[in-house]
Structure formats: structure tokens, C-alpha cells
């Protein structure tokens, strides 16, 4: 099989499977109860889902999806200008009533391969835990990524589950935790809490301030099973964007991720995955990149809180690209 730019398509894997699937079919922002594959995303902070219809099957053999398409590359910061605006968000950290913000960036490299399903093969041998996709859409353009981070999963004759993540350090066996980091997982707990608390029953923190890996990066964890009467798709948009990808107060943060990042984040921060009535697998789409025939650009974010110190959080986001930049480079 081969596809490109041109068609509609998402191959992804569920995090410690084997099974790839794949569905070749069209998008649709209709969410039509014929459609069998359940296959969604949205992007940031959109709350307007778009499906993909057609038919879902395993992947049994190779693959071949090139991009013949050069496309715009997304607006970068200079590290200049990343460390100018994550020293205003300190500002306003301490000044305001923000707590927290979330100041993403973009890095671009050149394109050495022309099969990204190849790609897509060696994220799926180097990162087990997390739910790996590369997916085309006409307009939106290829993503590829592979995300630690579970927006809700579960199905309704068992219990839901979401999961607070944050804080951010490279991996070691030995990693410590300071405050700063503490309190931005916090922030991301409290948020979820709260929303759990108003739409949900029956909330039980399974676990809480555990550290996981994902690549070589550590977070620090807390999961909620919970059970709901509210349509699934209404309850992930309620709890997203938490503050894990904004920032807390929410509103706030968007609109100054709006006002200030000088890419759009589109499908970076979004959310996708299976979405059917009885059950849901949803993620929130990070360590991902855009694909195109000359570059891969890379989208990494970091929390700025008060206690932040700019020129960390720099280092952090090259910390993460390592996650696809390790892959690029094999």
C-alpha cells in the first residue's frame, strides 16, 4: 500500500500493543453513529472533533507513506525571544492571578526520509508506553507522535480513567522532585478534581505524585477512576485543555498562548484517539511533529510557574524533542 499528502488516513498503535491498525477513509466533522472506527482528533484549544470514516484494519506488512508536498514551516522562537517571554510569564506568575502557563516552541529538522511509515516503525520499537500514530489530513497536513499522556480511557461496564501529568525532568533512577515541579502538578490534579467533581461519581484517586517515565523524560502522575452519565466526548472537552498544556486559570492561558506563541499549535496539544459509545482510548497529542517532504518540525512546551527560571526551561524543551529527535537520528 502507499499513500500520501493527498489522502485521508491515521496508523496508530495503543500503548503496550502490538496490534497497528489502520483506516483509509475520509474526515468528517459529523459524528456519524455508522462510523465503526471511532477514530478521532481535535486540535488546540478547539473543541470541534473531526472523525475519520472509512474501514479500520491490522496492519499486515510494510507500508510506504511519503510526502511529496513542501509546506510552509510553522513561526519559530529564537531562544532570545523564548527566554524574553517566559521571563513576562514569570512576571505575571508573581503578579497576577496566574499560576501557571504553558510556552511551547517549535524546532525544525531536515527530512532524510522519504518512507515515514519507516518512521513510524522505529518510534513503535523505542517507545512501548505510549499511544504512537502518524496520521494525514488534507488541509491540517501528516503528524506523527507518540504520547504518555491519557485524556480518558475505560468503557461504561467498567471505570473511567484520566490522568494528571506534569512536571517535567530528564529521566534518571534517582530523579528528585523540587517544589516547583510539585506544585505544577498541582495545579493539573486540582483542575481535573474539579472537573471530575462537577460532571462525574464514584472518583477515586488510584494514584497520586508517582513518578513514570516516557522516553527519557520523567513526570510526576496522578490517576482518577471515576464513573459518568455524561457523553464521553463532553466530558473530554470540559477537562480539556487542562492545565498540563495551558496553563491555570485556563482561559487565561489560552489567551496568552494565543497572543504570543508565534506558531499556531493546531494539532500539537489537541486530543485523539478511539471514541465510540461504550468505551474510549483519548489521548493528548504530545511529543508529536508536522511532516513534510523538506522538514520535520517538532513541537516541545514546558510549564513557566513563579519559581521558573528561564533559561531551565529552555534546556527542558530540548530535553523533550529528544523523544522524536533520538528516532529522527537512527
Same mark, same amino acid.
Given at each position: 500500500?502507499?499513500?500520501?499528502?493527498?489522502?485521508?488516513?491515521?496508523?496508530?498503535?495503543?500503548?503496550? &500493543?502490538?496490534?497497528?491498525?489502520?483506516?483509509?477513509?475520509?474526515?468528517?466533522?459529523?459524528?456519524?453513529?455508522?462510523?465503526?472506527?471511532?477514530?478521532?482528533?481535535?486540535?488546540?484549544?478547539? %473543541?470541534?472533533?473531526?472523525?475519520?470514516?472509512? !474501514?479500520?484494519?491490522?496492519?499486515?506488512? &510494510?507500508?510506504?507513506?511519503?510526502?511529496?508536498?513542501?509546506?510552509?514551516?510553522?513561526?519559530?522562537?529564537? *531562544?532570545? $525571544?523564548?527566554?524574553?517571554?517566559?521571563?513576562?510569564?514569570?512576571?505575571?506568575?508573581?503578579?497576577?492571578?496566574?499560576?501557571?502557563?504553558?510556552?511551547?516552541?517549535?524546532? %525544525?529538522? $531536515?527530512?532524510?526520509?522519504?518512507? =515515514?511509515?519507516?518512521?513510524?516503525?522505529?518510534?513503535?520499537?523505542?517507545?512501548?508506553?505510549?499511544?504512537?500514530?502518524?496520521?494525514?489530513?488534507?488541509?491540517?497536513?501528516?503528524?506523527?507522535?507518540?504520547?504518555?499522556?491519557?485524556?480518558?480511557?475505560?468503557?461504561?461496564?467498567? $471505570?473511567?480513567?484520566?490522568? =494528571?501529568?506534569?512536571?517535567?525532568?530528564?529521566?534518571?533512577?534517582?530523579?528528585?522532585? &523540587?517544589? !516547583?515541579?510539585?506544585?505544577?502538578?498541582?495545579?493539573? !490534579?486540582?483542575?481535573? +478534581? *474539579?472537573?471530575? #467533581?462537577?460532571?462525574?461519581?464514584?472518583?477515586?484517586? +488510584?494514584?497520586?505524585?508517582?513518578?513514570?517515565?516516557?522516553?527519557?523524560?520523567?513526570?510526576?502522575?496522578?490517576?482518577?477512576?471515576?464513573?459518568?452519565?455524561?457523553?464521553?466526548?463532553?466530558? =473530554? #472537552?470540559?477537562?480539556?485543555?487542562?492545565?498540563?498544556?495551558?496553563?491555570?486559570?485556563?482561559?487565561?492561558?489560552?489567551?496568552?498562548?494565543?497572543?504570543?506563541?508565534?506558531?499556531?499549535?493546531?494539532?500539537?496539544? @489537541?486530543?485523539?484517539?478511539?471514541?465510540?459509545?461504550? %468505551?474510549?482510548?483519548?489521548?493528548? #497529542?504530545?511529543?508529536?511533529?508536522?511532516?513534510?517532504?523538506?522538514?520535520?518540525?517538532?513541537?516541545?512546551? @514546558?510549564?513557566?510557574?513563579?519559581?521558573?527560571?528561564?533559561?531551565?526551561?529552555?534546556?527542558?524543551?530540548?530535553? *523533550?524533542?529528544?523523544?522524536?529527535?533520538?528516532?529522527? /537520528? /537512527?
Amino acid at each position: 500500500m502507499k499513500l500520501n499528502h493527498c489522502d485521508s488516513f491515521v496508523i496508530y498503535r495503543k500503548p503496550y &500493543s502490538k496490534e497497528i491498525h489502520i483506516i483509509v477513509g475520509n474526515w468528517t466533522d459529523e459524528n456519524n453513529s455508522h462510523n465503526k472506527t471511532g477514530f478521532m482528533f481535535n486540535e488546540f484549544p478547539s %473543541s470541534n472533533p473531526i472523525f475519520l470514516v472509512g !474501514k479500520k484494519s491490522l496492519v499486515q506488512r &510494510s507500508i510506504v507513506v511519503e510526502h511529496s508536498k513542501k509546506e510552509k514551516s510553522p513561526l519559530q522562537f529564537s *531562544k532570545e $525571544k523564548y527566554i524574553t517571554t517566559a521571563k513576562s510569564y514569570i512576571e505575571l506568575c508573581r503578579k497576577s492571578d496566574l499560576k501557571k502557563i504553558i510556552l511551547s516552541r517549535v524546532i %525544525s529538522t $531536515k527530512n532524510n526520509n522519504a518512507n =515515514a511509515f519507516e518512521l513510524f516503525e522505529k518510534l513503535n520499537s523505542s517507545y512501548h508506553h505510549s499511544f504512537n500514530y502518524l496520521l494525514n489530513h488534507p488541509t491540517k497536513g501528516m503528524w506523527m507522535g507518540a504520547s504518555p499522556e491519557e485524556l480518558i480511557s475505560g468503557n461504561k461496564k467498567e $471505570k473511567y480513567s484520566t490522568t =494528571a501529568l506534569a512536571g517535567s525532568k530528564k529521566w534518571s533512577s534517582n530523579v528528585s522532585w &523540587s517544589i !516547583k515541579e510539585i506544585e505544577e502538578q498541582q495545579y493539573v !490534579k486540582t483542575y481535573i +478534581e *474539579k472537573k471530575l #467533581n462537577a460532571h462525574a461519581k464514584k472518583i477515586d484517586c +488510584e494514584s497520586d505524585l508517582i513518578t513514570v517515565r516516557a522516553g527519557n523524560i520523567a513526570h510526576l502522575k496522578s490517576r482518577f477512576l471515576f464513573e459518568t452519565s455524561l457523553p464521553i466526548l463532553e466530558l =473530554a #472537552n470540559k477537562l480539556h485543555p487542562t492545565p498540563a498544556i495551558s496553563g491555570y486559570p485556563t482561559k487565561k492561558s489560552v489567551k496568552l498562548i494565543e497572543e504570543n506563541e508565534p506558531h499556531k499549535r493546531s494539532l500539537y496539544c @489537541g486530543f485523539l484517539g478511539e471514541l465510540f459509545d461504550e %468505551s474510549v482510548n483519548l489521548f493528548v #497529542n504530545l511529543r508529536c511533529m508536522k511532516i513534510d517532504r523538506e522538514n520535520l518540525h517538532l513541537f516541545v512546551g @514546558g510549564g513557566i510557574t513563579d519559581l521558573s527560571i528561564p533559561e531551565d526551561e529552555w534546556e527542558e524543551t530540548q530535553i *523533550k524533542s529528544e523523544t522524536l529527535l533520538s528516532i529522527i /537520528k /537512527k
